[in-house]
């Protein structure tokens, strides 16, 4: 908008100004050739009434410089009544009379002879006439060239009048005019900045709150619709589809938590059934055997009694340890976040394990932040068991749990020198049930993921094969 006013205040003056010179031009050109006409019939009715003859030789006596005897019919006087400079030159180009008293004295070439360019060119004219300009100490010259003729219309004579195209006035209404241009134009400028400010300000200002909204959208949380005074239509029209998508997408994640939870009460219920029934069968054909092959009289009965209640025992301990286990995981409680120091809640947990093969370094002897402390110590113990788990038989285990506190972040890692992840098995060590080991239930990892997630942080891996593993947890600073 400002480009636009400056651009046309520009334009306009350039207009401007040619259009005046034009017109300035115009006008001089058509002053200098009535006057020219107005001399020519004074001289046509001066050389009508002379009693000389009309001839280019008595020229000098009947337009004498300081007038005759008639008076009129000087070239001075004629000058006065006309009132600009006169010259007469004759057919060769010099001067045979002048008004300008100056160039009779004035031996200067130029005026007294006429150039045999100018001659030739009010010659070749087809209205024999000639017109040369040129800038004096007064202004810009316009002097023009025509032909006297006698009654046989005969040339014999050529008519000089040397005209001052005063511009002034024009010059003078010019810059007056520019003067009220300039005013208005600049009470425009500084309108047009004020308004495109007042403008962009309004429009940035809504948008950046529609931005702002927008990069706060998420599916996990719930989204404040966007409430502006007097927006205008289009910005109204994109917070009307911004506030009708976070109603949708509020039923959408509704229905989905929904599905959700069913989704994964149906797999757990799946999960303990098929857990439970594992040991179930075993058990059953058992007591079947037992029941047949049982015989009072045997004197051995009391040992087999005792081995098969043992067997029986056990089976149901490992039924009630699966069943606590889902229980775990199903239960986990929301995280308790509060100000606790880690470096603290892990070697406290350490201190359970030999120090010869888990090892602990932390960057800070404190690294205070809010996390739930029972959460915690059961992610460090799943993954120091996992890390032990993993190394091979006839490996010394050397474990390495570490803690850095960043400038935004910290990170826990835990490093050991197992056998590593299996490329075919990476993408599934996080779900629940996933499981490469005899004894392992394949929750402890689906565990600790759900608790980092409680906590804002994010876990990953790093694995060599045959050489080892390192898990990774960030927890961001700004979170917690
Ligand atoms: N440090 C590790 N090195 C190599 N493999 C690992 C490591 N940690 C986990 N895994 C692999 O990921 C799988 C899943 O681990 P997760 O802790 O979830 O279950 P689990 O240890 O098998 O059983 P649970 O922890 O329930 O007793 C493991 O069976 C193992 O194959
Ligand atoms: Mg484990």
């Not at 300039?182 to 931005?211: D, G, P, Q």
């Amino acid at each position: 908008m400002i480009a636009l006013t400056f651009v046309a205040s520009i334009m306009i003056l350039f207009v401007t100004i040619l259009q005046y010179r034009e017109e300035a031009e115009d006008y001089h050109k058509k002053r200098l050739l009535r006057k020219e006409k107005a001399v020519k019939a004074h001289i046509n009715s001066i050389l009508e009434n002379t009693s000389y003859e009309v001839k280019t030789e008595k020229l000098k006596y009947i337009f004498k410089v300081n007038g005759n005897m008639r008076g009129l019919s000087s070239i001075s006087e004629l000058s006065r009544i006309h009132k600009m400079p006169i010259n007469l030159y004759d057919l060769n180009g010099n001067l045979i009379v002048s008004s300008l008293w100056q160039f009779k004295n004035n031996q200067h070439d130029s005026v007294r002879h006429l150039s045999p360019g100018i001659l030739t060119a009010i010659d070749k004219s087809p209205n024999k006439r000639y017109v040369i300009k040129h800038n004096g100490k007064e202004g810009e010259y316009q002097s023009s060239f025509t032909y006297i003729y006698d009654k046989k219309f005969k040339p014999i004579a050529i008519l000089n009048l040397p005209y001052l195209a005063d511009s002034t006035f024009y010059k003078k209404e010019l810059e007056e005019f520019l003067k009220n241009l300039a005013t208005i134009y600049l009470i425009m400028f500084i309108l047009a900045i004020f308004i495109s400010y007042l403008l962009s300000r309004y429009i940035t200002k809504s948008l950046n709150t529609v931005n702002h909204m927008l990069r706060q959208t998420s599916f996990s949380k719930e989204n404040q619709k966007i409430i502006l005074k007097n927006p205008n239509d289009e910005i109204n029209q994109l917070i009307e589809s911004y506030n009708q998508m976070v109603d949708k997408l509020e039923e959408s994640a509704k229905k989905l938590a929904q599905t959700e939870r069913e989704e994964a009460w149906r797999n757990m219920a799946r999960q303990v059934a098929h857990e439970i029934k594992n040991p179930l069968t075993p058990m059953r054909l058992n007591i079947q055997s037992f029941q047949m092959t049982f015989d009072p009289d045997d004197p051995d009965i009391k040992q087999k009694f005792n081995d098969f209640s043992q067997m029986l025992i056990e089976q149901i301990d490992l039924m009630s340890k699966i069943a606590s286990a889902f229980s775990d995981f199903a239960k986990m409680p929301q995280a308790q976040l509060l100000q606790n120091d880690l470096v603290a809640v892990v070697s406290s947990v350490l201190k359970l394990y030999d120090p010869r093969q888990v090892k602990f370094v932390s960057n800070k002897d404190q690294i205070s932040f809010h996390f739930d402390k029972s959460q915690m110590q059961r992610v460090i113990t799943n993954l120091v068991k996992n890390a032990l788990q993993s190394v091979p038989d006839g490996r010394e285990p050397d474990i390495l749990v570490s803690i850095k506190d960043l400038n935004d972040k910290i990170i826990i890692s835990v490093t050991d020198n197992g056998s590593g992840i299996p490329v075919e098995y990476q993408s599934r060590i996080f779900e629940p049930k996933f499981t490469t080991k005899s004894s392992g239930m394949g929750l402890g990892l689906a565990i600790v993921r759900k608790i980092v997630e409680n906590h804002n942080g994010k876990i990953y891996f790093k694995t060599h094969q045959g050489e080892g593993t390192t898990f990774i947890i960030e927890f961001d600073k700004n979170y917690n």
